[in-house]
Structures are given as structure tokens and as C-alpha cells.
């Protein structure tokens, strides 16, 4: 099993572009999850979705927004990419009580 | 509001020494507590996840607790290893929401 894929791993972007993050799971998992993390700052949950086609916010959602149509798939959109939003960004999935599962992350830069 | 510290942020140990890594929170109403490991530059590792019942969780040299009542959990790994050496991040999920609320990390350097 591939377990939890995210694309792209690398981007550099400029002020003001948008893009979509993808992250993809083949576990069958119910609960999806995007967070950033940054320097001194551990991980912070940006959004979250508890099944297909319910998403939620986290602590640090403005400036992003996420949609799951699919089950496995859970996208993370930048509509007008700041230079705050350089990060790196993770996804993760889980079923029911049971352990996270993280994918390898996504480098951001926004120049 | 969840708030989870983990101290120290940093340690620094001689090889084969056992040694106790803590995370706190502020809420104890929590359904469960995980345990990750994070080299320089990659992902997140799952070592140990406790449920809320549980008191102790077990896998190989790693053993974590879970006290709920004083908001504590701690990691303990046995026979450091330079192979030891990275970053350890607790994660709280707090009951009622289905949220995880992660620590800052302990970076962990066992020296051979």
C-alpha cells in the first residue's frame, strides 16, 4: 500500500498565485487532515474533514481553503499565496481511534 | 482550549543511557495521546498511540504512560541509540472534537 501521498513534495510560488495541494490515501480512512509546520512552532491543524464531502476548520485556516469530493483525496487550496503561507505542509489520515498516518510532506516557498 | 507543552525542548544524552521524554496538556478530557518521531527533514513516524483507558503502551525499547488526572504523559526509551537521535512530538486528541493538538517537540541527540 502506498499509505498517505502527497503532491507536489516541492513548489516555489510567487505573492499573489494560487495552487492546490493534493494528499491522497488508499487506506479507506474516514478522518483527513492538513497541517503546516513551521520553525519553533511544532504542527498546526489548518483544516480537517471527518469523512467524504464534510470539511472543517482548524486553528490556522484563513488564507486556505479544502475540499473532499472523493473519500481518499483531500485537497488544500491557496487562493492568494502570501509569504506567511511558506511552510511545510502535511496530510494525514486515520480510521476511527486509531493511529495518524502521515505523508511526507510538501515544501512551500512564496517569494 | 487544548494547549500541549513538551520540555525540554532539546536533550542531549551519552549512548545507553535510558532516558524520559514528557509532554503536558491542559485538558484532560482526552480520547487519546500519540507519540511521533521526525528526522530532519521528513515526515512524521506513529511509534506509540494511548487510548484514553489505557495507562501504558509498549513496542520494543519505547514505552509510554498516560496519566490523564495530572494532564501527563512521558516517553520512555530504553539503551539510547545514535540511531535515536531525532525529533519526538506528542499529539492530543481532546474528546468531543476530532482534532489532534501537537506539542513543539523534544530534539533528542544521543552521542556514540
Known amino acids: 500500500n502506498a499509505g498517505v501521498t502527497q503532491t507536489p513534495k516541492f513548489r516555489v510560488l510567487k505573492t499573489g498565485q494560487s495552487m492546490t495541494l493534493l494528499c491522497a490515501q488508499d487506506?479507506?480512512?474516514?478522518?483527513m487532515y492538513w497541517y503546516r509546520q513551521d520553525p519553533g512552532m511544532g504542527l498546526r491543524l489548518i483544516h480537517y474533514?471527518?469523512?467524504?464531502?464534510?470539511?472543517a476548520k482548524g486553528e490556522v485556516p484563513d488564507g486556505y481553503n479544502v475540499s473532499r469530493l472523493k473519500k481518499q483525496n483531500f485537497l488544500l487550496g491557496l487562493e492568494s499565496a502570501a509569504p506567511s503561507q511558506t511552510s511545510v505542509y502535511f496530510c494525514?489520515?486515520?480510521?476511527?481511534?486509531?493511529?495518524?498516518?502521515f505523508g511526507d510532506g510538501t515544501r512551500l516557498s512564496i517569494l | 482550549k487544548q494547549e500541549v507543552t513538551q520540555i525540554p525542548a532539546a536533550l542531549s544524552v551519552p549512548e545507553g543511557e535510558n532516558l524520559v521524554l514528557n509532554c503536558s496538556f491542559t485538558d484532560s478530557a482526552i480520547y487519546n495521546l500519540q507519540w511521533f518521531r521526525q528526522d530532519p527533514g521528513k515526515g512524521l513516524t506513529s511509534l506509540l498511540l494511548i487510548q484514553s483507558s489505557q495507562r501504558e503502551q509498549t513496542s520494543g525499547r519505547l514505552n509510554a504512560s498516560l496519566d490523564k488526572s495530572s494532564g501527563r504523559s512521558t516517553l520512555y526509551i530504553a539503551a539510547s541509540q545514535p540511531g535515536d537521535s531525532a525529533t519526538y512530538l506528542c499529539a492530543v486528541g481532546t474528546s468531543g472534537t476530532y482534532k489532534y493538538i501537537f506539542g513543539t517537540g523534544t530534539r533528542l541527540k544521543v552521542l556514540a
Open positions: 474533514s471527518v469523512g467524504e464531502g464534510t470539511t
Open positions: 494525514a489520515s486515520r480510521w476511527a481511534n486509531q493511529p495518524q498516518h
Open positions: 487506506m479507506n480512512h474516514e478522518y
